[in-house]
């Protein structure tokens, strides 16, 4: 059965919604939401995060294991048992060689070992360790980078087979920064107390991690220099996670053999061929960061043989941690959970053992997730809602008076042809290439993953076009996607769960949590970076030059009003990194909010628990958003992560909509009221 449509938008005087409750009974009966989760004591118009959330705040203390404790958490913690479940299961059975099930469950095994794992101590990694160490030319340095790239490995830039953006059809190769591990350069450069301290940890932790394998301390510090060294100098060249939000100056197409004439020293033909590509097949390829790629590339021209040896070697110790034995675990952890995040202690065994499992075999796991816990009944739910949505969308473009009716009908032309993904993919992988043998290492065996993964790569995208069918997620994520260069929308089984989807539950309630999930994924389709592809998915501009600019003066907006927000005494907000996912949820709240009242407007919900419909259902989408979270990790999100903190996807966006307003009757003299004229609109 087709799982994934397309679903046009026609004649929208004569489509009307349909409601997605169960029946006219479960409605007036069941408003979906555990009112002790509220905090009744605190007023909603001055905090409404603590009025929705404030209940489950106190009930939910953060658990030693995590830096950010939520709703998403809560339902990742109830999937990551299902999951485990399933590979418990599999455990029991004895299963034919070659089949998924027991490549699954040895994997699984594997992990799971830990005796095993503490006996072999670094001993998977050595050898290379050892090859790197007698290397003493850059040449032969160079020779052994090659023999790692068909396990994925990468040193400096990164690369991947994807969509050309301006060909959306097409695949293609694309260069991209890369090479530091602490990710964001303002690790490496910013000055303020807070990010120097986490440099300066992290200096300790790479000395550390360089004597666990076995390393002197004199040669741990000299590489732990070196390291830095090279790692700064990537950094002062890569552009701003805010910068990188500009698909135009992200995009630069050029002939491999102009790109091999100006980067000599990265040597990407001898990379490619390495990792199996036919040249043939690469006529072209797209730099994503030229400034990055330049300065990568003088940075390798003057390189030493003890620089590059270093590098490398800390990069294959970085791929290797987590997989080795339990001191080397925690030793990674005391920098990246403590220092980075604020965790007190890490995972237990069972639980990052199926994360692993999961991150290399995740559709197989899927596969079997889908068919014991994901009924057809909720795909076709979410099928509604989707088209409901849809119809919400489209009218709220018609009712802009700041766009044409040239870029209107070039918007509800790209939402028709959304495609929309729900549950599961209807063809899977084929892994049959994957060989998990029990004799040899857990680490060994990642690494033949990594190979697979690779192969699999070439095989399917090299000179290929693209496949729309292709998931990026698999089917038990808690998440949700839009691509813009498919133009789809997708909602993996594992978040149409509670508090996203119940559906027992009444409208206000589904439309407030995984309606506005919906309509934030459609939005995405025309925030500030998805505005710049079509209905085809091709980096085009449908706009016209006046729209454009009126949509930019609108954006900006955002931007000024999410940065003046202090997450920290010290910290703010950063706007313009998290315009998108902003953009987003204000959209995403706008629609599901008129797709609600249009789909209940013959059967108006009634009051239940004493609250009326519309502030339930701004109550549902509050809730999905209740969590606690450590200073370290509010640091850490704020540099790193595209959405707003989760306090302020409620306090930061509600009060720019007006039908919150007459929900809770918010007066001047509230907190969180913000003058009509000065509310931030799009759409």
């Not at 816990?373 to 849809?390: C, D, G």
Request: aromatic share 10%.
């Amino acid at each position: 059965m087709k799982i994934k449509s397309i679903i046009p938008i026609v004649a929208l005087a004569t489509v009307s919604m349909t409601s997605v409750a169960q029946n006219p009974q479960s409605q007036q009966l069941r408003s979906g939401l555990d009112m002790s989760n509220m905090d009744n004591s605190v007023k909603p118009q001055d905090d409404f995060f603590h009025y929705a959330c404030g209940g489950w705040v106190k009930k939910n203390p953060l658990p030693a294991a995590f830096s950010r404790y939520g709703s998403f958490d809560v339902l990742g913690e109830d999937n990551n048992k299902r999951i485990n479940g399933i590979l418990q299961e599999l455990l029991e059975n004895t299963y034919s060689e070659g089949t998924i099930e027991k490549k699954l469950s040895d994997l699984y095994k594997l992990a799971m070992n830990e005796q095993r794992r503490n006996a072999d101590g670094v001993s998977p990694l050595m050898p290379i360790l050892k090859k790197m160490e007698k290397a003493k030319t850059k040449e032969a340095l160079f020779k052994i980078q090659l023999e790692l790239v068909p396990y994925g490995d990468s040193e400096f830039i990164g690369m991947y087979f994807g969509a050309d953006e301006k060909n959306a059809k097409q695949n293609i190769l694309n260069v991209v920064q890369s090479g530091t591990t602490l990710g964001q350069k303002e690790y490496y450069l910013d000055t303020d107390s807070a990010t120097t301290a986490i440099r300066e940890a992290y200096k300790k932790h790479i000395v550390r991690m360089f004597q666990m394998f076995g390393f002197n301390a004199k040669a741990a510090q000299k590489k732990m220099e070196n390291v830095m060294r090279l790692e700064t100098e990537l950094a002062k060249v890569s552009k701003s996670n805010t910068e990188l939000r500009d698909p135009e100056a992200n995009y630069n197409k050029m002939a491999l053999s102009e790109f091999m004439a100006k980067y000599p020293h990265i040597n990407i033909d001898k990379v490619l061929v390495a990792s199996g590509v036919d040249l043939n097949l690469v006529k072209d390829l797209v730099v994503g960061q030229v400034g990055f790629v330049a300065g990568a590339d003088k940075l390798l021209s003057a390189i030493t043989p003890d620089e590059y040896r270093d590098y490398m070697e800390w990069g294959q110790i970085m791929s290797a941690a987590a997989y080795l034995s339990d001191d080397v675990i925690a030793a990674n952890f005391d920098f990246f959970g403590k220092t980075m995040s604020g965790r007190k202690e890490n995972h237990p065994l069972w639980k990052r053992a199926t994360s692993q499992v999961e991150s290399q075999m995740g559709q197989a796991l899927g596969k079997i997730y889908v068919e014991k816990y994901f009924p057809a009944s909720s795909k076709e739910r979410m099928k509604t809602l989707v088209h409901n949505l849809q119809i919400a969308l489209a009218k709220r473009i018609e009712a802009q008076d700041w766009m044409s009716e040239e870029t209107k009908k070039n918007a509800v032309d790209k939402l028709n042809a959304f495609y929309v993904k729900i549950g599961y993919p209807d063809k899977w992988i084929d892994m049959s290439d994957l060989n998990i043998d029990p004799a040899k290492s857990y680490y060994s065996n990642i690494e033949e993953c990594r190979r697979f993964w690779n192969k699999w790569v070439i095989a399917t995208k090299v000179g290929k076009p693209v496949d729309k069918d292709e998931w990026q997620m698999s089917p038990q994520t808690i998440n949700a996607y839009y691509n813009p260069t498919t133009n789809e929308i997708c909602f993996p089984a594992g978040i149409l769960q509670v508090p996203f989807f119940d559906p027992t539950a009444d409208d206000a309630f589904n439309y407030g949590a995984i309606g506005v999930v919906i309509g934030h994924e459609m939005t995405h389709g025309f925030d500030d970076q998805g505005r710049h592809y079509d209905k085809d998915g091709n980096m085009k501009d449908w706009w016209t030059e006046n729209d454009g600019k009126n949509f930019n003066e609108r954006a900006d907006g955002y931007a000024k009003f999410y940065s003046n927000i202090k997450v920290l005494p010290d910290l703010n907000a950063n706007g313009r990194f998290t315009l998108g996912e902003n953009l987003a949820d204000h959209g995403g709240l706008m629609v599901a909010y008129e797709a609600y009242k249009e789909a209940t407007k013959n059967n108006p919900l009634p009051v239940i628990d004493g609250l009326t419909a519309d502030q339930r259902f701004f109550i549902a989408y509050s809730q999905v958003w209740a969590a606690n979270i450590t200073d370290a990790e509010i640091r850490n999100r704020t540099k790193s992560d595209p959405h707003s903190l989760g306090m302020w996807r409620v306090n930061g966006a509600l009060p720019h909509i007006n039908m919150w307003y007459d929900a809770f009757n918010v007066k001047p003299t509230d907190k969180l009221f913000v003058p009509a004229d000065q509310r931030l609109k799009l759409w």
